[in-house]
Nanobody, 124 residues
Framework: QVQLVESGGGLVQAGGSLRLSCAAS????????MGWFRQAPGKEREFVAT????????YYADSVKGRFTISRDSAKNTVYLQMNSLKPEDTAVYYC?????????????????WGQGTQVTVSS
């Protein structure tokens, strides 16, 4: 059993920054890829970013490329999402997820465990 707990969400003005954290406990963390997804009201859950088990490989959705950065600290069992130049369309509940594989994926079905989510609201 693994537990994922997100934090760091909140209300920010357009152009601002937030850093989300996802702390993992339970199952061995180092050998799993991690991802961030988001879901806005009335929309499907969409891929944001993923990072490999080693942290050496990352991949981003086109909509966030150049603005968001995913990273991980295996010693702390934590994955981060640094979000800069935020836009109102980034408003959503953000979820972290763990995939039992060395490489990440870009679809929700590829992930095995999910956090409860943290709300990010960007005002114009």
């Amino acid at each position: 059993q693994v537990q994922l707990v997100e934090s760091g969400g909140g209300l920010v003005q357009a152009g601002g920054s937030l850093r989300l954290s996802c702390a993992a406990s339970g199952r061995t963390f180092r050998t799993y890829a991690m991802g961030w997804f988001r879901q806005a009201p009335g929309k499907e859950r969409e891929f944001v970013a993923t990072i490999s088990w080693s942290g050496g490989s990352t991949y981003y959705a086109d909509s966030v490329k150049g603005r968001f950065t995913i990273s991980r600290d295996s010693a702390k069992n934590t994955v981060y999402l640094q979000m800069n130049s935020l836009k109102p369309e980034d408003t959503a509940v953000y979820y972290c997820a763990m995939r039992r594989a060395v490489a990440g994926g870009a679809t929700p079905g590829e992930y095995d465990d999910w956090g409860q989510g943290t709300q990010v609201t960007v005002s114009s």
